[in-house]
């Protein structure tokens, strides 16, 4: 395939970016989107001229690393993978690809493609853990029973990579997606039931704290989410806030 990229480069977080055209030949449709960018990139090494900077560590749909807006959709045109599963194949020779950084206030853009994501870390630090001795203590998983459709949506919430595409679909950005899976994957088992009150209400503080804005139930996110999150967890999570704070104040 011979594609036109259309890039949005951006020199450092102060300098002003702009979209930088670049013809790219040669493309199998049995290459990653991530080794297509390879490809530019030797190109752009060999002319002298410098990479693209973008984000990737696993290249298989686990470490939430990949993030690009390709084409005006997070992670791009396919459903259920991320940028480093997605094929060419969803590409057609000729095709002008338009590849941006998820956008997002709470995400500034470091250098070309890569955003800084830092703020989903201090939401999480804030109440994403449970507290228990595991200093040898540890109770065997099976004595503790729980309802199996529990923890089939703990172990579903559990699968939320970190990404952030459900923000860059968001149009207010909002990350509650994310924070209700992470919120979600803790409060439906009974080790995490002890710090649920505190978690929802210090993640939930820290969210709006980091910039990103609130929900108003478009489903973007649960549209565009490489791992099918669902927006049933931004429900559970309103929930848990709400009887929280109702806890809190009394
Ligand atoms: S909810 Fe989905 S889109 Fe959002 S961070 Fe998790 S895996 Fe990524
Ligand atoms: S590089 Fe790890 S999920 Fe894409």
Redesign the pocket.
């Known amino acids: 395939m011979n594609l036109t990229l259309k890039i949005w480069r951006q020199k450092d977080a102060k300098s002003k970016g702009k979209i930088v055209s670049y013809p790219i030949s040669g493309i199998s449709g049995h290459m990653s989107f991530l080794e297509m960018m390879d490809v530019l990139n030797e190109q752009l090494i060999n002319e002298g001229q410098e990479p693209v900077a973008f984000d990737h560590d696993c290249r298989e749909g686990i470490c ?1 690393s990949c993030s690009l807006h390709i084409n005006g959709e ?2 791009g045109p396919d459903r259920g993978v991320t940028t480093c599963q997605l094929h060419m194949r969803m590409f057609k020779d000729g095709d002008t690809i338009f590849i941006e950084p998820f956008r997002a206030k709470a995400f500034p853009v470091i250098k070309d493609l890569i955003v800084d994501r830092t703020s ?1 870390d201090r939401i999480q630090h804030a109440g994403g853990f449970i507290s228990v001795n595991t200093s040898g203590n540890t109770q065997d998983a099976n004595s503790i029973p729980i309802p199996k459709a529990d923890a089939d949506k703990a172990f579903d919430a559990a ?11 968001c149009k207010n950005a909002s ?1 509650m ?2 924070v ?3 919120v979600a994957q803790f409060s439906l088992l009974p080790q995490g039931k002890v710090e649920a009150k505190d978690r929802v209400l210090n993640m939930v503080e820290q969210m709006d704290k980091e910039g990103f804005g609130n929900c108003t139930n478009t489903g973007a ?2 549209v ?6 669902s927006l049933e ?1 931004i429900a559970r999570m309103n929930n848990e806030y709400l009887k929280a704070s109702i806890t809190r104040e009394a």
């Open positions: 939430g997070a992670h989903f699968t939320c990579i970190g990404c952030g595409a459900c923000v860059a679909s990350a997606l994310y209700s899976a992470k996110c649960e565009e989410c490489p791992k099918g999150i967890n």
